[in-house]
Every structure is written in C-alpha cells, then in structure tokens.
T-cell receptor
C-alpha cells in the first residue's frame, strides 16, 4: 500500500482558507486520493476524492499535482466546526481496496 | 446518502468477559466491511476485512481468536472482543462499502470500549 505523508498539525484563523498538503510519492496509476476527516470521538467522515483532475464539492476542493505525487485539500473558509484530524488516503478502485490511515493532520481553527 | 450505524456507542465491561459490537448498513447492502481500532491520539489501525458469507481476513498481528468477526448478512457485521482485558480498551470503528454501488466507504460513529 502506498504511503502518505502529512504534517502533524496546522493552525488556521476562522474564515480564512486552509491548504492541507499530502505527499504520496509512491502512488500508483490506479490509486485514488481520498480525504476524510475525523472529529473527536467520531468515525471518519468523507470529504473528497480524486484521481488526476482537481475536484470541487460543497465541502472542499482537491488540487492534485500533475505528477500525482502530492495533493492539497483546500478548505475555502475555515470554521470552528472544521477543527478535526484530516487524513489523506490512497486506495485502488478495484479489488479489496482497504484504507490504510496515516497519521493525519490535526487542524486547529482559531476564532 | 449511505449510513452506517454502530452499536453500542459506549460499553464498559469487566475483565475476562466478552463484548459484541454491531455494525449495520442502513440503506445499502455492504458486501465488504472493515474494522479498525484507535487508541487515544493515534490514527486508525485496520484490524480486519470481512466479506459477507466468508471468513474475515485479519491484518498481521491481530489475534483472530480474540477478535471474532461475523458478517452473516449484507447489512450486518459484528465484532466480538473475547476475554477482554484492560489493554483492549480502545475506540473501535467499522466501515462499509457496497461495490455494486460503485465506490466509497462510510464509517460508523465508533464504539468506545472500556475494560475494567
């Protein structure tokens, strides 16, 4: 399983954009890039996923590097409710594509 | 959207007893489910993969006789922690996917197990 590397923690001011980076230099051609977040004492929650092109949804945007060796989750306006641990996960889209969680980034949002 | 219900949310049991945790997919059929455990301030660690109608596949280092997994139907998987000890105290989380639906995992809300 390809490994991801994320900063342990980041801080952001409320209502400012947040860019959460993820390095995945050993990504394979069939690996999708997934982002989940986990609030305290809850299960992970889906945020966004992509393969090659940048993706947008109501929660966030995902910017994928051209060589796919890194990606960035973008929260356009951080709120206090966005404080969570954000996980970047690689998984193939076929077979038993189990998720292996890395350490994630703990995002602190300052009021 | 897909909903996964996990029960109980919290359980306290005495050392030496067994505890069963249920994971249900409420609005889809889950052909594959996964079980994770998470210690405080740590990431999720995959314990096992369960496929409906067949034996679970356990990750290296996970005792299959201690963590019994049953996935007897397309909407229910159970994890039984047998002869629980304080070191088994953890946050257990399940996730489910229906490959026929395409793609994506939905996670349960987790079960906090405390063994005293």
């Amino acid at each position: 399983d390809a490994k991801t590397t994320q900063p342990n923690s980041m801080e952001s001011n409320e209502e400012e954009p947040v860019h959460l980076p993820c390095n995945h230099s050993t990504i394979s051609g069939t690996d999708y890039i997934h982002w989940y977040r986990q609030l305290p004492s809850q299960g992970p929650e889906y945020v966004i996923h992509g393969l090659t092109s940048n993706v947008n949804n109501r929660m966030a945007s995902l910017a994928i590097a051209e060589d796919r060796k890194s990606s960035t989750l973008i929260l356009h306006r951080a709120t206090l409710r966005d404080a969570a641990v954000y996980y970047c996960i690689l998984s193939a889209h076929s077979g038993t594509y189990k998720y292996i969680f890395g350490t994630g980034t703990r995002l602190k949002v300052l009021a | 959207g897909a909903v996964v219900s996990q029960h109980p949310s919290r359980v306290i049991c005495k050392s030496g007893t067994s505890v069963k945790i249920e994971c249900r997919s409420l609005d889809f059929q889950a052909t594959t489910m996964f079980w994770y455990r998470q210690f405080p301030k740590q990431s999720l660690m995959l314990m096992a993969t369960s496929n409906e109608g067949s034996k679970a596949t356990y990750e290296q280092g996970v005792e299959k006789d201690k963590f019994l997994i049953n996935h007897a139907s397309l909407t229910l998987s159970t994890l039984t922690v047998t002869s629980a000890h304080p070191e088994d105290s953890s946050f257990y989380i399940c996730s489910a996917t229906d490959r026929g639906r395409g793609y994506g995992y939905t996670f349960g809300s987790g079960t906090r197990l405390t063994v005293v």
